[in-house]
């Protein structure tokens, strides 16, 4: 029988505030619900509609809070799907409510390379992928296997996070009682990187024209969080890969 997108992920579920420890279990809980379903198993279904707003946006959300909240019982985590506002999600404290802007660092090629997965059941994480074909015959997406240097990939790495933080440079966009928080895929980095991963964003990121009041880069199996107040006077970044 076909699953119901509105049963299994439905807006009011989603919009739900909750205490950060809660949000986690929740969103930990529906990914393995996700994980039972057979058609949820091509990668490309979860890059559509609700999925894609859950798994971009309320799962970083969720490892956000436990990280910078644990078990606080006073604050509330809020996810927003309101695209005429500038704010993805609110983050309630005590003595303020935070706008929460969530963006994340990807591959420009991350979803030729999940249909390539989904097509061939393999995909080198590492190399290049190929599109070739033309309207009449369609496209042949082809893998490319190579090996490339740590320093290289990890540059590589780093350069989007920044593309992601330029995503939401400007001024006059946003403002203090908004925060930034850039999703990365934090096995791209080995724990030896931590240093070099600050010192990029120090460097690269938090020059830009970022109006928050902070910038957070959390990874997504939770191994990596850096929190950056800003403006940054003499603060800098405390980083671990584990």
Not at 47 to 68: C, M, N, R, T
Not at 219 to 229: D, I, K, N, V
Request: charged residues 30%; neutral net charge.
């Amino acid at each position: 029988m076909p699953f119901d997108v509105d049963t299994l992920l439905s807006l009011t579920e989603c919009v739900k505030p909750r205490k950060p420890k809660e949000l986690r279990e929740w969103v930990l809980a529906k990914c393995n619900a996700f994980a039972q379903i057979p058609e949820l198993r091509k990668p490309v279904l979860l890059h559509e509609g609700p999925f894609q707003w859950f798994l971009e946006e309320i799962y970083p959300l969720s490892v956000f809070a436990v990280h910078q909240y644990g078990d606080r019982n006073d604050v509330f985590c809020v996810p927003k799907l309101d695209q005429t506002t500038d704010v993805d999600a609110e983050i309630r404290e005590p003595s303020r409510t935070i706008h929460v802007q969530i963006t994340g660092a990807r591959d420009p090629s991350q979803h030729l390379r999940m249909e390539y997965l989904v097509d061939h059941r393999r995909v080198s994480l590492t190399g290049g992928l190929k599109v070739q074909g033309t309207k009449r015959t369609g496209r042949q997406i082809d893998n490319v296997v190579e090996f490339v240097d740590h320093r290289e990939s990890r540059a590589r790495h780093l350069s989007w996070i920044k593309t992601a933080a330029e995503g939401k440079a400007g001024r006059g966009r946003y403002g203090r009682t908004y925060e930034l928080l850039i999703a990365v895929e934090d096995w791209w980095f080995d724990a030896d990187d931590a240093r070099e991963v600050t010192n990029f964003i120090e460097r690269e990121v938090l020059r830009l024209p970022l109006e928050f009041g902070a910038v957070h880069v959390v990874g997504l199996t939770e191994r990596l969080f850096l929190s950056f107040p800003l403006p940054r006077r003499e603060t800098h970044g405390a980083a671990s890969i584990r």
